[in-house]
């Protein structure tokens, strides 16, 4: 089954402590982003990447950072979390290319920085 | 990317067609209209696209009307799990790296 999986659903953190929030996609798709939605505000891009090795700052980059070592893998890095960091996070892959593809997303992620 | 505007909330019953629809007067001809959806705090999940033809799937109709400036999202027979905020978005051939998601439209199926 075409997925986009995201670990863990749920965390629940301290300030300072550094995280990773995983996201796999088995889709072989080049693209792959990181959304988080907050009240109010939204969807927002905060980084993606458009193939190996080759990532880029989406609206609201700071405080976070990527990799993208695998095709597969795109995970989400906080180094030193804040409470403003607090969000709903959603991972997402497409196809490149000029045609119309859709985005795929993952299940989300519900953080908590106290 | 052209802006996209769509009405708040819209009532519906079950059954029933529901038609969404989008205003986009200033999109460009390089760009495609897309329809994804949100059912409470899950991931957004796609529905359809188009650039200029009506399109349908298993899951929806897409109307554009000829001039492109607005298209209707028509969901056949609503039932209650189609409960959702509704996206329209507008985003040119090629940059599907990046959605922008506005407000949307809360669409409430009734019993």
């Known amino acids: 089954e075409a997925q986009v999986t995201q670990n863990p659903r749920y965390l629940i953190t301290v300030t300072g402590k550094k995280l990773t929030v995983t996201c796999s996609q088995n889709m072989n798709h080049e693209y792959m982003s990181w959304y988080r939605q907050d009240p109010g505000l939204g969807l927002r891009q905060i980084y993606y990447s458009m193939n190996v090795e080759v990532t880029d700052k989406g609206d609201v980059p700071e405080g976070y950072k990527v990799s993208r070592k695998e095709k597969r893998n795109f995970p989400l890095i906080l180094e030193s979390p804040s409470p403003n960091q607090t969000s709903l996070y959603f991972c997402?892959?497409?196809?490149?290319?000029?045609?119309?593809?859709?985005?795929?997303f993952g299940p989300g992620t519900r953080l908590t920085v106290t | 990317d052209a802006k996209t505007t769509q009405p708040p909330s819209m009532d519906c019953a079950e059954g029933r067609a529901a038609n969404l629809p989008c205003n986009h007067s200033t999109i460009s001809g390089n760009e495609y209209v897309y329809w994804y959806r949100q059912i409470h705090s899950q991931g957004p999940q796609y529905i359809i696209h188009?650039?200029?033809n009506n399109e349908t799937n298993e899951m929806a109709s897409l109307i554009i009307t000829e001039d492109r400036k607005s298209s209707t999202l028509i969901l056949p027979h609503a039932t209650l799990r189609d409960t959702a905020v509704y996206y329209c978005i507008v985003k040119k051939v090629g940059s599907n790296y990046k959605l922008t998601f506005g407000k949307g439209t809360l669409l409430t199926v009734n019993p």
């Open positions: 188009g650039l200029k």
């Open positions: 997402a892959s497409s196809e490149a290319g000029g045609q119309g593809y859709e985005q795929y």
